[in-house]
């Protein structure tokens, strides 16, 4: 079936510092999500995105929908602790019936 | 209600019993999905109901998985003859229609199991 592989799987950051994730699929999707998870809790979406090179900023996030609909990235400018949490990417298949398919998360650690 | 409900928030069970989760999902919203969590993982898509469509039984993996949905509302995930493998956060999300384009999911906190 398909996979997505995200990246890194674990980060430590200062502070203040910008954040970068990723990831890839080796098939196309049509719509890429970014979710994130606090601990004891279900993912909330932070960015849907829905065009093959389109770029979406939600505050200090923003996230890109790449042009080969085949990855996606997600930045995290001056992070706070507040963003610690497992981030997880999803993507959807060309059918709008299919489930949306999650990579594995990054796990985000600030340190003050 | 106002986000999607799971019960009960935890639950240990001795292995072989069998265990039933249950999810409530957002008033209105036609599509219901169930995906499991092992430790550390990501997210492993069990079951997905639309409307009065059949369900997508694709992700189940065992016979010992099954789950029912009622209309459009509530559904019960039951495991049967748990295994500590079946151990991880079982996690249910709604959403208006078969695809995410406007709202994505929306996740229940999930319910923990233990089996011991």
């Known amino acids: 079936g398909q996979q997505l592989n995200q990246s890194p799987q674990s980060m430590f950051i200062q502070e203040g510092e910008d954040v970068s994730m990723n990831c890839t699929s080796s098939s196309i999707f049509n719509t890429w999500l970014w979710y994130k998870q606090d601990p004891g809790e279900g993912p909330v979406l932070l960015i849907a995105?829905?065009?093959?090179?389109e770029l979406t900023s939600n505050g200090r996030l923003t996230a890109q929908f790449g042009i080969t609909r085949k990855d996606s990235f997600l930045n995290i400018s001056a992070s706070i602790p507040s963003d610690v949490g497992i981030y997880f990417c999803a993507g959807q298949g060309r059918s709008g019936n299919t489930p949306l398919v999650f990579g594995k998360g990054t796990r985000l650690s600030v340190i003050a | 209600g106002a986000g999607v409900s799971q019960s009960p928030s935890n639950k240990v069970t001795e292995k072989g019993k069998d265990v039933e989760l249950r999810c409530d999902p957002i008033?209105?919203?036609?599509?219901l999905y169930w995906y499991r969590q092992r430790l550390g993982q990501g997210l492993e898509f069990l079951i997905y109901?639309?409307?009065?469509?059949?369900?997508?039984k694709s992700g189940l993996p065992s016979d010992r998985f099954s789950a029912e949905r009622t209309g459009e509302s509530v559904s019960t995930l039951t495991i049967q003859r748990t295994q500590q493998e079946d151990s991880a956060v079982y996690l249910c999300a709604s959403s208006p229609g078969t695809g995410p384009s406007f709202y994505g999911y929306t996740f229940g906190s999930g319910t923990r199991l233990t089996v011991v």
């Open positions: 995105l829905y065009k093959a090179g």
């Open positions: 109901f639309q409307g009065n469509s059949a369900p997508d």
């Open positions: 008033s209105g919203h036609t599509a």
